[in-house]
C-alpha cells in the first residue's frame, strides 16, 4: 500500500528551480513530521530540510539553506519542496517521510515514499 507519494522530479539546469510534492491519500499529513531526504549514486541518504508538525517550524541542510523552501498546503495534504538555484550536486532520487518526531536520522521516520529523481545537469 504506497502512503506517500512524491512527484515533481526531473531533469534542470543548472540555477533552475523545481518543486517537489509530497501527497497522501493514506493519512493526513499535518499530523506528521515531514521530512525530505536524498540519496546521489554511492552515497548515504542524507536529510534535506523537515518540517515539524507541532509548530510548523523548518529546518535545512546547510548545503541547500536559502536556497530550498519546505512548506505545507493543508488543504491538499500536501508538504512541497521548492528547490530554486539548482546544483549539479543537488542530483539524486528525493524522498519524502512522514514521522512522529521531527529528526534528520532517517530511522525515524515511520512511513517513506518511492522517491523521485532530480537531475541537474548543463
Known amino acids: 500500500q504506497v502512503q506517500l507519494v512524491e512527484s515533481g522530479g526531473g531533469l534542470m539546469r543548472p540555477g533552475g528551480s523545481l518543486r517537489l510534492s509530497c501527497a497522501s491519500s493514506?493519512?493526513?499529513?499535518?499530523?506528521?513530521?515531514i521530512g525530505w531526504f536524498r540519496q546521489a549514486p554511492g552515497r548515504e541518504r542524507e536529510g534535506v530540510s523537515c518540517?515539524?508538525?507541532?509548530?510548523?517550524?523548518?529546518y535545512y541542510a546547510d548545503s541547500v539553506r536559502d536556497r530550498f523552501t519546505i512548506s505545507r498546503d493543508n488543504a491538499k495534504n500536501t508538504v512541497y519542496l521548492q528547490m530554486n538555484s539548482l546544483k549539479p550536486e543537488d542530483t539524486g532520487v528525493y524522498y519524502c517521510?512522514?514521522?512522529?518526531?521531527?529528526?534528520?536520522?532517517?530511522?525515524?521516520?515511520?512511513?517513506w515514499g518511492q522517491g523521485t529523481q532530480v537531475t541537474v545537469s548543463p
Open positions: 493514506a493519512f493526513t499529513l499535518t499530523n506528521y513530521a
Open positions: 517521510a512522514a514521522g512522529t518526531l521531527i529528526s534528520w536520522d532517517p530511522g525515524s521516520y515511520d512511513f
Open positions: 518540517i515539524s508538525n507541532t509548530d510548523g517550524a523548518t
